[in-house]
Nanobody
Framework: ELQLVESGGGLLQPGGSLRLSCAASGFTFSVYHMSWVRQAPRKELEWISTIGNLGGLANYADSVKGRFTTSRDNSKNTLYLQMNSLETEDTGVYFC????????RGKGTRVTVSS
């Protein structure tokens, strides 16, 4: 059974940094592209980033490009999201997802950016 467990969220001030992790199990992690999506309060789900199954370069939404970096460690079945220069608009629940545009995602981890 597919399981995705996000962690690393928290409360921090604008300009801060945070690294999210997503532990994957129940499927062959190294075969799948993986994505990060987020949901801000009272807004729809927003795609953030996708990385290929073997890692390397990732694609990013314009809203986070240059500030966020997605990476993965296939030996640990783990996906990461390094978030720098955080803004209040980055507040939301962050989910990792198997593939692109799927509903196969975890329960999320909450990030709150506030002064």
């Amino acid at each position: 059974e597919l399981q995705l467990v996000e962690s690393g969220g928290g409360l921090l001030q604008p300009g801060g940094s945070l690294r999210l992790s997503c532990a994957a199990s129940g499927f062959t992690f190294s075969v799948y592209h993986m994505s990060w999506v987020r949901q801000a309060p009272r807004k729809e789900l927003e795609w953030i980033s996708t990385i290929g199954n073997l890692g390397g370069l990732a694609n990013y939404a314009d809203s986070v490009k240059g500030r966020f970096t997605t990476s993965r460690d296939n030996s640990k079945n783990t996906l990461y999201l390094q978030m720098n220069s955080l803004e209040t608009e980055d507040t939301g629940v962050y989910f990792c997802a198997q593939g692109v545009g799927t509903n196969r995602r975890g329960k999320g981890t909450r990030v709150t950016v506030s002064s």
